[in-house]
């Protein structure tokens, strides 16, 4: 069955790549991008259909990965979507941070875009045996 | 004839009675004579006792006086000395002749004939002090008070002293002055202001007080405490004053403002200490004053120094993550778009084209690894992990594990590897990096690198000695500066070497490099027993 994944980032290329790993792998996974936090919070709030997983950038223009994370964790509808970091720092900081807030798991984007490739592909066959929180 | 007869034998009897008659008073005048003269015998034998008694008295007096004393005529000459005297002036009037002015010291001459006069126009001199010779003591310093004897017609006929030795005493008040001279010295040049109090009254203050406050000490004296304070600071301390006084303490220290003559007010740590009477009651407080109002200023500046310095270093730490990751992002960009055209038109490019492609690539991985140096040699001081006990043989096995090594290459530890207290992040970059290079840069055929470790006075010396190609003497000290390769692979980012020295200086370590090119090069480093 198919996931509805929710990607929040604000490159354009970052959003590129993660579209061709789900092409080239032919998921039939449903992708919807969010150029920054505040239009992610729009769409959640205006749908009533809440995706499966959200992918969050960390470092964005104007709301950042970690302020949207308070907001949607102090949203009781949004706080059980689990929420997974894509980010290029592995700063101990943030990683706690993000930890302490509440998050599903922590990737750290490689340079290399073959390692980028393996490391979603994992990703999301992990989270397509996962058993989620239908609304 | 009978008659004649009886005539005289009357007349005989007549003087018979009359004989007897007056033998009768003789005997009874004989008698009373007796009587007397007995009589005066005993109260003779009773004045004689008398005297006697009074007269051992009076010697027992002169011998048990402490205080010398001498007799003397008007030319004086010394009739008599008792026992003290005779200590004092060390003479024996039995067997020398002594005159008084033999004992007068020179200089106080003059002032003894004058006191000498006095006495025979006054008939008594008290509280003379002068000097004297004596035959054993040297000069001594004597107390006299004296008076002059009269006889019947009122003429003078001798004269008495009582002669106390006050050398001592004299000799104890000096010292005890001295004492008291050096203890105001003391006080008065002490830069700590001192006052003396007795509740709450000021009754003694030093120079440094009077200059702090900027009072006269007559001034001071007509003040109390709370006059030089603070109103809501005095209740603070009073409160100590309290428990002092209640004998809970016996000091306290506190910092408080003082208010000077001219209004201004100064800082100044107070140190009060409790001067008590034998009953435990308080005598006086004695407060210790010193002005730290600039010193607190230089403690303000020092806090804010010191917390700009931490914002500025929480920036630059900061500052070196957020460049890292916003250059790090394009670089992922551009990795990824450039796989895409690989991948998108392999048909389509030449070989020509590849090769491009794959340089470029190549660039921006050592693009990616330069950031990644920079990162590491920036917060290789700023994250700071609690101290451990940590066994570096276990962490060189693991860098041995981790890192790439070829066949062709053994890496040796040659002695045993100590346990170290210190942070686990940082050994591991100073040995994986000095192994690291040693491994990658190595030329040889059989390439052997060999760690080992030995114990110095208070600190370890470690060495990784390898069989490579060998530094040349001239970059010996350039190696360990930032961005200073020697080789132009493109991993070699010169920052490696940077970080180990880093490392080493943060922990008061040192680091050289001994070598012979085309022999292989010896590094080493030191380590404190503590760090």
């Known amino acids: 069955m198919g996931l509805t994944f929710l990607l929040i980032e604000d490159d354009e290329i970052e959003r590129l790549k993660f579209t061709r790993v789900l092409q080239k792998n032919n998921y039939n996974h449903t992708l919807i991008e969010a150029e920054n936090g505040e239009k992610a919070l729009e769409f959640l709030e205006s749908n009533k259909e809440l995706p499966d997983l959200i992918f969050l950038d960390l470092n964005m223009p104007k709301m950042n990965g970690l302020e949207f994370l308070k907001i949607l964790k102090s949203n009781p509808a949004l706080r059980y979507t689990p929420v997974v970091i894509l980010s290029t720092s592995n700063n101990h900081n943030d990683l706690k941070e993000s930890y302490e807030i509440g998050i599903a798991g922590y990737i750290v984007k490689p340079l290399k875009y073959e390692d980028y490739a393996d490391k979603i592909k994992c990703l999301i066959e992990y989270w397509s045996v996962n058993e989620l929180i239908k609304r | ?531």
Not at chain 2, 345 to 371: C, F, G, P, Q
Not at chain 2, 490 to 503: A, D, F, Q, R
Request: hydrophobic share 35%.
């Open chain 2, 1 to 531: 004839m009978s008659n004649e007869l009886e005539i005289l034998q009357r007349a005989l009897q007549r003087e018979k009675a009359a004989r007897k008659q007056a033998e009768q008073i003789l005997e009874g005048k004989s008698r009373e004579l007796y009587l007397l003269t007995q009589e005066l015998k005993d109260v003779n034998a009773k004045l004689e006792e008398g005297l006697t008694e009074k007269t051992s008295e009076l010697q027992g007096v002169f011998g048990n006086l402490v205080d010398a004393y001498v007799l003397m005529d008007i030319s004086g000459n010394v009739i008599k000395m008792n026992h003290s005297a005779e200590e004092l002036f060390g003479y024996d009037i039995n067997k020398e002749q002594l005159n008084i002015v033999k004992l007068i010291y020179k200089e106080d001459y003059e002032y003894a004939m004058t006191s000498f006069q006095e006495l025979i126009f006054k008939g008594s001199f008290s509280d003379y002090q002068a000097r004297v010779y004596t035959k054993h003591k040297g000069v001594r310093t004597v107390h006299i008070n004296a008076s002059l004897i009269h006889n019947k017609k009122n003429q003078p006929i001798a004269a008495q002293g009582i002669v106390r030795d006050i050398t001592e005493e004299l000799e104890r008040k000096r010292i005890f002055e001295e004492q008291k001279k050096q203890l105001s010295a003391i006080v008065e040049n002490s830069s700590l202001g001192i006052a003396l109090t007795r509740f709450g009254k000021i009754i003694q203050t030093n120079k440094a007080f009077q200059n702090l406050l900027g009072y006269t000490p007559d001034e001071l004296l007509q003040k109390e405490v709370k006059n030089i304070s603070l109103k809501d600071e005095y209740e603070k301390s009073a409160s100590n004053m309290q428990k002092m006084n209640d004998g809970e303490i016996n000091n306290f220290s506190v910092n408080k403002r003082y208010v000077k003559q001219d209004g201004t007010i100064f800082w100044a740590k107070t140190n009060v200490a409790a001067v008590r009477n034998e009953d435990g009651s308080i005598k006086y407080q004695v407060a210790l004053i010193e002005d730290i109002t600039e010193q607190l200023e230089f403690e303000k500046q020092r806090d804010q120094l010191v917390k700009n310095l931490e914002k500025s270093n929480k920036e630059l730490n900061d500052y070196a993550h957020i460049v890292s990751h916003d250059l790090k992002s394009p670089l992922r960009s551009m990795n990824a778009l450039l796989t895409w055209l690989k991948e998108d038109y392999e048909e389509i490019l030449d070989d020509n084209a590849h090769n491009s492609l794959n340089m470029l690539l190549k660039k921006v991985d050592k693009m990616d690894h330069l950031i990644s140096g920079i990162l590491k040699y920036a917060s290789i001081d700023k994250v700071d992990h609690p101290k451990q006990n940590i066994a570096l043989h276990e962490i060189v096995a693991d860098i041995i594990d981790v890192i790439h090594i070829p066949d062709h290459i053994t890496i040796e530890v040659a002695t045993e590897l100590p346990i170290i207290q210190g942070d686990k992040f940082r050994l591991q970059q100073l040995f994986q990096n000095l192994i690291g290079n040693a491994v990658k840069y190595n030329d040889k055929e059989q390439g052997l690198i060999t760690v080992s470790c030995e114990q110095k006075e208070d600190f370890w010396q470690f060495t990784i000695a390898d069989n490579g190609p060998g530094i040349s003497k001239k970059y010996h000290d350039k190696i360990f500066q930032i961005f200073q390769t020697l080789d132009d692979k493109n991993e070699s980012t010169g920052i490696g070497l940077s970080i180990v020295k880093k490392i080493v200086v943060l922990y008061d370590g040192q680091v050289w490099v001994e070598s012979e090119e085309g022999k292989g090069t010896t590094f080493y480093f030191t380590l404190k027993n503590k760090i």
